[in-house]
Structure formats: C-alpha cells, structure tokens
C-alpha cells in the first residue's frame, strides 16, 4: 500500500466508527418524529428502525457524493422510521374515508365559488356540523402528518438519492415531480394556513407555540394544520 492510499484509508472512518459516532443522531431523529406521531408509536420501535438505517447508511455513504455522513444518515434513518409507522397502518380505514369526502367537498366548493372553501361552507356540503368536520381535520392531522412531513422537509433530493440506490430511476422522477407538485400546491395555499405548515414543518414548532404566534388555541392550530393537509390533498388530487 502506497503513502496516499494509507492516507486516504485514514481520511474515511470504518463502517463501525461512522455507526457509533452517529448513533446519538437516531435517538434526536426518533424524538422529533415522536412528538408529532400518535403515543401508539412507540419510541423504541423508531429507534430500533433508525438503527437499521444507520447501518444502511454506514454501508452504502459514498464521499465522493460530496454530502457529510450526518446528511446522508439522517436521510436514511429518518427513511427507515417512516417505514416502520406505515407497516404499523394505526390509522382507521374511517378517517381516510372522511378525509376524502372533505377533500372532494373543498374541490367542489372551489369550483363553484372560484375561492377557498371556508370550514363552514364544507360542513354545510357534508351535512354534518362543525364539531364533526373540527373533529375530520383533528384526525387528518395526524394520521397523514408523517407523509408530509417527509415529502416538505426532504423534497426532491432525498427522492432520487433513495431511488437511486434502490435500482429505480423511474420511481425517483415520478416522486420528485410529485415533489414539485406538492411545493406548488403549498403556495397556493391561504396564507394562514401556509403559515401554520411553515410554523411546524421549516422552524419546528409544536402546535402550542404556534397558537402563541397566531394568538389562537392549541385545538384552533390543530384544526387549521388538519385543513392545510385535506386542502393539500384536495389540489393534488384534482
């Protein structure tokens, strides 16, 4: 072995030393999520999937890509958590009926008035009163917060990145585009509602500080984060 190879060996730690060093980056991963999951997730079943990502990190970091371990790490670990919530399926076949019923309402609403459908005006459509649709968009804050929540924060360079190590450049171009979609359907959003994914997507907020911020209740937040996602859902759809 020459000189610049001995160094080069040096300049990259082992697969052992990148997973013990980073092992504290899957437990702040595993809490993050954990706050906005529902307390039937489980706190050791995050972590025990991060670890398996962070292995799979270890194994497959390439240098040369030009990202830090840490950025390519918390990729595949906080991949490997949102896998483990969707095998869980905790969210009832009930609220993905309702949520679409509410999104089909706000797409017919807007086509007839050419304006965002108010929270009123979608009970009204439903036939049902305005506890029962506060009561939708409390469910549909949860149940497709972690989709979401994937698709804002890691955008189009997680996607091909992930595709890419798994064979599939087809699948990489249909979900950056879905990406793209996303972004351009958050802009269209109302602005308060726009505020509020900003509030706890980009500068992670919980739903109590950003009630402060706005000068509303937790629950008011709440509803208004549930009606961002349905109205989301609803323009993507469409």
């Known amino acids: 072995?020459?000189?610049?190879?001995?160094?080069?060996?040096?300049?990259?730690?082992?697969?052992?030393?990148?997973?013990?060093?980073?092992?504290?980056?899957?437990?702040?991963?595993?809490?993050?999520?954990?706050?906005?999951?529902?307390?039937?997730?489980?706190?050791?079943?995050?972590?025990?999937?991060?670890?398996?990502?962070?292995?799979?990190?270890?194994?497959?970091?390439?240098?040369?890509?030009?990202?830090?371990?840490?950025?390519?790490?918390?990729?595949?670990?906080?991949?490997?958590?949102?896998?483990?919530?969707?095998?869980?399926?905790?969210?009832p076949r009930s609220v993905h009926r309702k949520v679409r019923e509410v999104a089909e309402a706000?797409?017919?609403i807007e086509a007839r008035t050419g304006r965002a459908a108010e929270g009123r005006e979608i009970a009204a459509h439903l036939g049902i009163s305005l506890d029962d649709y506060h009561a939708i968009l409390r469910d549909a804050s949860a149940s497709r917060l972690f989709s979401l929540d994937e698709a804002l924060e890691d955008g189009e360079q997680r996607l091909p990145a992930a595709a890419a190590a798994d064979g599939a450049p087809e699948q990489a171009l249909a979900q950056?585009?879905?990406?793209?979609?996303?972004?351009?359907?958050?802009?269209?959003?109302?602005?308060?509602?726009?505020?509020?994914?900003?509030?706890?997507?980009?500068?992670?907020?919980n739903l109590k500080e950003i009630g402060a911020v706005l000068e509303v209740t937790e629950s008011r937040v709440c509803q208004i984060h549930g009606q961002a996602l349905v109205r989301l859902r609803s323009m993507l759809e469409a």
């Not at 497959?60 to 840490?70: V, Y």
């Not at 879905?178 to 907020?205: D, G, I, N, Q």
């Open 1 to 91: 072995m020459n000189a610049y190879a001995s160094v080069a060996l040096q300049a990259f730690p082992s697969q052992e030393d990148l997973v013990t060093a980073n092992a504290g980056l899957v437990k702040r991963i595993a809490c993050h999520l954990a706050a906005r999951l529902p307390a039937s997730v489980e706190m050791d079943d995050l972590v025990q999937a991060g670890m398996l990502g962070l292995l799979e990190a270890a194994a497959t970091f390439d240098p040369a890509r030009g990202a830090s371990f840490e950025t390519w790490a918390g990729i595949r670990i906080r991949g490997a958590m949102l896998d483990e919530v969707r095998k869980l399926d905790w969210t």
């Open 176 to 205: 950056a585009q879905f990406a793209r979609r996303l972004a351009e359907a958050v802009l269209r959003l109302p602005e308060r509602e726009r505020l509020v994914l900003s509030l706890y997507y980009e500068r992670e907020m």
């Open 106 to 108: 706000m797409r017919a």
